[in-house]
């Protein structure tokens, strides 16, 4: 597919280093919206980098297509096994439409494979990063009890899982995405603990595992879904609650209830254990709030058509895992958390904006608005204001800093709009704010999934660092990753694919001289008259000049015509012109009436 290269790369450029090396873009506001809109032209629009998707995946995710997925696992009667030689007809199907489905979904991009004696199934949505970097994964059981279909029992797991990838697979990551369908959960979760040793094993790094195991049932008095983490770190468990809390929170309902495992009672009975148990301590239970009035658990009744069943909660919650995980993908390298948001308030309406804080940091927040007043606040995770500004009067047009508090403590904060004017009041938002995801005690945006070495390196010496490359997906081992004879900064300089090699004799402009002769002549593939002198790049090349200088006024055959008047008149500039009779005869004239005037001058002047 051809990829559109991003402008971000034009805008680096203009910070090259003593050494020639494009250096990153710093923090500042102009840097990082000049970067975010370069990437955005320049990336396939699969191509994801420091560009928050979050919210474009809640609304792709839908209850039909996830219904849809349950019914089709569940319909044909229960998936039980006993061991790896003894299980049901239903069983090996469901992990044969598993794995086909997730290549289907993925046009085959996903990678599945078959782990351990239970045959669980795993598959994972390579990231486009060329090194080591840690994954995302979600997952849920197949097998169910022999009296029970399985719908909410783990239906809705296998559902979630494979709707999340039928989303996801849609675009390209720069993390590894993992869904697994983990086999004997019902036996003593024997599969998942499989699969768990076998990633120790491979040394792969989870940053997170969202373990979903029963959605449908929610408390009748509180219609939501429980997120369960580990007693940890903040940002080992609880943080990873939080974000889904915080999607839920922006896009949806408000129905994500996070809940420290200690204060759950089946913390233990679930697939995420296996992981923990090997050392992957941020895995996350996502389970139904009403498991105490699920009558329907572990029996016939449970079928993907009981009219007791609750899609819609169990979809928000599922689209509040996809969201964090677009989220978590959208990180990068030299520039914090951001979020733009636009939308227009009714008098003594108000909106609120829910962002996770991981680390001290000072939460800027610029706006300008228009129509009208409004009125600015922050609140801590406890509900108590922290700053607040009222505006009486419409915004300059360019936006200003509104606030900007500096906070501590972890969790969720919320950003209060309230219009008190008495008139519709149109806003527009961006929000940012330092990170620390994982931790380490650096900000995110000064670290980074890998080496932030390869931010600066440059193995091929094409001024485009490694990152940059990777990020682009061009050969950091090559200038001229199409072998098409452009290289790829100057393919990515003036907006060309530097994967496409076909662009090389393609004519921008419409000049009648290829992208790879404009190259080569130094002028503009995408200006007919490169250095603006009003003489068309094709003619001077034709005739010897230098389409990319301003030589319109040189006379380079001293005939006394310049080169813009021979390029008008038609005329060869090498060669001097013969001057025409019309031109002669007059001059002669001219010539001779003036000599006749200097003699009769003369003569009279003797005379005296």
């Known amino acids: 597919m051809k990829k559109q290269v991003c402008m971000v790369i034009i805008c680096l450029a203009l910070l090259v280093s003593s050494i020639g090396i494009v250096q990153i873009p710093t923090q500042s506001g102009l840097i990082r919206e000049s970067t975010q809109s370069i990437l955005s032209i320049a990336l396939p629009l699969e191509r994801v980098y420091g560009q928050d998707l979050s919210q474009e995946i809640w609304s792709d995710i839908t209850e039909t297509s996830f219904e849809n997925y349950v019914r089709i696992v569940t319909e044909n009667g229960s998936r039980w096994i006993a061991d790896p030689d003894h299980y049901s007809e239903q069983n090996a199907e469901a992990r044969e439409y598993f794995a086909e489905e997730l290549s289907r979904i993925s046009n085959g991009r996903i990678e599945v494979e078959i782990i351990g004696q239970y045959q669980s199934v795993v598959g994972k949505l390579p990231g486009y990063f060329a090194v080591d970097a840690p994954a995302l994964m979600i997952g849920g059981h197949i097998d169910s009890v022999r009296e029970a279909p399985g719908a909410n029992d783990d239906g809705t797991g296998i559902a979630a899982a494979l709707e999340i990838a039928r989303v996801m697979s849609q675009y390209q990551w720069p993390l590894d995405i993992y869904f697994g369908a983990w086999n004997a959960e019902e036996i003593g979760l024997r599969g998942s603990r499989e699969v768990a040793d076998e990633f120790r094993t491979r040394d792969i790094e989870l940053l997170v595992y969202y373990n979903v195991d029963m959605l449908l049932v929610p408390d009748p008095d509180d219609?939501?879904?429980?997120?369960?983490?580990?007693?940890?770190?903040?940002?080992?468990g609880q943080y990873w609650a939080d974000l889904t809390v915080q999607m839920s929170k922006n896009y949806g309902n408000d129905i994500i209830e996070p809940v420290i495992s200690t204060e759950f009672g089946a913390w233990t009975r679930s697939d995420h254990i296996s992981f923990i148990q090997n050392g992957f301590?941020?895995?996350?239970?996502?389970?139904?709030?009403?498991?105490?009035?699920?009558?329907?658990?572990?029996?016939?009744?449970?079928?993907?058509?009981?009219?007791?069943?609750?899609?819609?909660?169990?979809?928000?919650?599922?689209?509040?895992?996809?969201?964090?995980?677009?989220?978590?993908?959208?990180?990068?390298y030299q520039m914090p958390t951001t979020h733009d948001i636009s939308f227009n308030l009714q008098p003594d309406q108000e909106r609120s904006f829910h962002m996770t804080i991981t680390k001290e940091t000072i939460i800027n927040v610029t706006s300008r608005w228009w129509s009208g007043g409004a009125t600015y606040r922050i609140l801590n995770p406890q509900g108590t204001l922290i700053e607040e500004v009222v505006f009486d009067n419409s915004s300059p047009w360019e936006s200003s800093l509104v606030l900007n508090p500096f906070v501590s403590g972890q969790g969720i904060y919320e950003l209060n709009v309230y219009n008190h004017r008495g008139t519709t009041t149109g806003i527009e938002l961006s929000v940012s704010y330092e990170s620390d995801v994982d931790s380490s005690g650096t900000y995110d945006s000064h670290e980074f999934w890998f080496d932030v070495s390869l931010f600066s390196s440059d193995q091929d010496s094409d001024t485009l660092p490694d990152a940059y490359e990777m990020i682009l997906g061009t050969n950091w081992n090559s200038a001229d990753s199409d072998l098409d004879l452009l290289p790829d900064n100057w393919e990515i300089e003036y907006g060309l694919d530097p994967l496409n090699p076909s662009d090389a004799i393609d004519d921008q402009d419409g000049d009648s001289l290829t992208s790879l002769e404009e190259f080569e002549y130094g002028s503009h593939p995408f200006l007919v008259d490169s250095d603006n002198d009003k003489i068309p790049d094709r003619w001077e090349i034709d005739n010897g000049l230098n389409p990319s200088f301003d030589d319109a006024s040189e006379d380079p055959d001293n005939d006394q015509v310049s080169n813009l008047d021979e390029y008008l008149a038609g005329t060869d500039p090498n060669v001097p012109n013969a001057v025409p009779l019309e031109v002669i005869i007059p001059s002669a004239i001219l010539s001779g009436s003036i000599i006749a005037l200097v003699v009769v001058s003369l003569f009279v002047f003797r005379k005296r």
């Open 223 to 236: 219609r939501t879904v429980l997120m369960v983490y580990p007693e940890d770190f903040y940002q080992t």
């Open 281 to 332: 301590s941020s895995s996350l239970f996502a389970a139904e709030s009403g498991g105490n009035n699920d009558v329907w658990y572990h029996q016939s009744t449970d079928i993907w058509n009981n009219p007791a069943y609750d899609y819609a909660v169990a979809t928000e919650a599922i689209k509040s895992i996809g969201a964090a995980f677009a989220f978590t993908q959208a990180r990068a």
